[in-house]
């Protein structure tokens, strides 16, 4: 049976699975909303400015920055008080700003279905990140980008990596990145940190 304390987990995963849908599909359709213009294109635009730009993404500062605006780590910044200017391009904050804004007309039912499948998304994430003590270490999550009127979304999963395991005491750790770009198609990385050697594997889908 599952233990006490992930029942509240797996009652909230039953919940957010149907409801649901990968960020890359979700934006391809706030894509396909923003270019038809209208009220909901109105109400989408200033979501769409507060992500992270995808030329910017090589600076340290600024991946920590969209890990941190990712939407996952929203309850934990706002029980640290973080001023409302710190939160001003987290995506779940953005999303629930989203919902409160629109006034459900028939016209905007599309858009509310799509940000509330983003939240859920996210959710998900965050429940598989609190999992309890008997899941294996691991952080998935899905990182929106900005690329002129385009967005790629950055899917990122970290593991304690079980098959090189830990040499001299040291835990070894997995990154793996996958991005689907429009005009290349899917890339994906893996970088593995064992002690102090760092691998990394990269390949492309035909």
Same mark, same amino acid.
């Given at each position: 049976? #599952?233990?006490?304390?992930?029942?509240?987990?797996?009652?909230?995963?039953? !919940?957010?699975?149907?409801?649901?849908?990968?960020?890359?599909?979700?934006?391809?359709?706030?894509?396909? #909303?923003?270019?038809?213009?209208?009220?909901?294109?109105?109400?989408?635009?200033?979501?769409?400015?507060?992500?992270?730009?995808?030329?910017? #993404?090589?600076?340290?500062?600024?991946?920590?920055?969209?890990?941190?605006?990712?939407?996952?780590? !929203?309850?934990?910044?706002?029980?640290?008080?973080?001023?409302?200017?710190?939160?001003?391009?987290?995506?779940?904050?953005?999303?629930?700003?989203?919902?409160?804004?629109?006034?459900?007309?028939?016209?905007?039912?599309?858009?509310?279905?799509?940000?509330?499948?983003?939240?859920?998304? #996210?959710?998900?994430?965050?429940?598989?990140?609190?999992?309890?003590?008997?899941?294996?270490?691991?952080?998935?999550?899905?990182?929106? !980008?900005?690329?002129?009127?385009?967005?790629?979304?950055?899917?990122?999963?970290?593991?304690?990596?079980?098959?090189?395991?830990?040499?001299?005491?040291?835990?070894?750790?997995?990154?793996?990145?996958?991005?689907?770009?429009?005009?290349?198609?899917?890339?994906?990385?893996?970088?593995?940190?064992?002690?102090?050697?760092?691998?990394?594997? !990269?390949?492309?889908?035909?």
């Amino acid at each position: 049976g #599952i233990p006490t304390a992930g029942r509240d987990e797996f009652a909230a995963l039953r !919940l957010a699975l149907p409801r649901q849908r990968p960020l890359q599909q979700v934006f391809a359709r706030f894509g396909e #909303i923003l270019a038809s213009g209208g009220s909901s294109a109105d109400s989408l635009r200033p979501l769409l400015q507060n992500l992270a730009q995808a030329e910017d #993404i090589a600076r340290g500062d600024t991946r920590k920055q969209a890990l941190q605006d990712s939407g996952q780590f !929203l309850e934990r910044r706002l029980q640290g008080d973080a001023p409302s200017s710190e939160l001003r391009r987290d995506l779940k904050a953005n999303l629930l700003q989203l919902l409160a804004a629109l006034d459900r007309s028939s016209e905007d039912d599309d858009l509310a279905h799509q940000a509330e499948a983003a939240l859920a998304r #996210i959710q998900l994430h965050q429940l598989a990140a609190a999992a309890p003590d008997y899941a294996p270490p691991a952080w998935a999550g899905e990182i929106p !980008l900005r690329h002129g009127e385009q967005v790629d979304v950055c899917r990122l999963r970290i593991d304690r990596d079980g098959s090189h395991g830990a040499e001299g005491g040291q835990t070894g750790w997995s990154t793996w990145i996958s991005l689907d770009l429009k005009s290349l198609g899917p890339l994906h990385a893996r970088l593995t940190l064992n002690g102090l050697a760092l691998s990394t594997t !990269l390949w492309a889908e035909s």
